[in-house]
């Protein structure tokens, strides 16, 4: 049976109400968490690849799993006032330099905030341009302490799960191919550090990883965390972030990129939804 006409228009009201404030409600909804990335985005052509690549990623996976991503280049913002706003912080390439900058983050950090740092910004080297001068820092939040040496060229690696109990690690499987990478090696030794929990190792199938030419940019055994967490803070730290890059035929082209790898995305949306919960 046909409906009136003025019936029909006030179902196609109700229902277009209905749909509108559905739409309102998804706008409005308050997010998980926000994120905030500090960038530098001048050193290493490897790593400002990876940085434009993140601030391209990340929004994506935002909107996907309901946080917000903002970015600063500027590394004043690294104050009290500022950082208030946000629950998670992350470091995309390096680290702050100025004291105030350090003590603002370190006061954000015991107050119970949350880090996640990528590849450079744990890097620190006597002498260069990125000495060891934040002893907190690198000894006692990070735990690695100085660089040592790294892989070359950029080659993937097999990663192996430490702790399929953490939440980080939730639906990742034992073992999974990494996206290139130049992998660092620590000065410190994080096994014989108890407040460190290393989630993610180079699994012994990698081996040789690297190709060289120089024979001590290749590894051939030993055990190497490339993530771990420091259960004194809300904190993961990641080895990725050094995509590869055509140094050689001084073309600069990218040859790979960090986020072509589903599972190493899902491992960082796990990261950042445990770091974001409160």
Known sequence: MLLPVHKMRIAWLFMTAIYLSCGITKAQQKPLFRVIAFFTGKNDKAHVSFVNEANRNFPKLAEKNDFTYDTTSNWNNLNAEFLAKYQVVIFLDTRPESLEQREAFRKYMENGGAWMGFHFAAFALTPSAYPQNWKWYHNEFLGSGQYKSNTW??????????????????????????????????????????????????????????????????????????????????????????????????????????????????????????????
Request: glycine share 4%.
């Open 153 to 278: 060229r950029p080659t993937s690696a097999v990663l192996r799960a430490e702790n399929r109990n953490h939440p980080a690690l939730k639906g990742i499987p034992a073992t999974f191919k990494a996206s290139p990478n130049e992998w660092y090696r620590w000065e410190n030794d994080l096994t014989q550090n108890k407040d460190i929990q290393i989630l993610l190792s180079i699994d012994p199938s990698s081996f040789p990883l690297g190709t060289g030419p120089k024979q001590h940019e290749i590894w051939k055994s030993g055990y190497y965390p490339v993530v771990w967490t420091n259960r004194k803070y809300k904190m993961i730290y990641l080895n990725m972030g050094h995509n590869d890059i055509d140094y050689e035929n001084k073309t600069d082209k990218e040859l790979s990129f960090t986020f072509d790898n589903d599972i190493q995305n899902q491992f960082l949306v796990n990261a950042l939804i445990w770091l974001g919960n409160k």
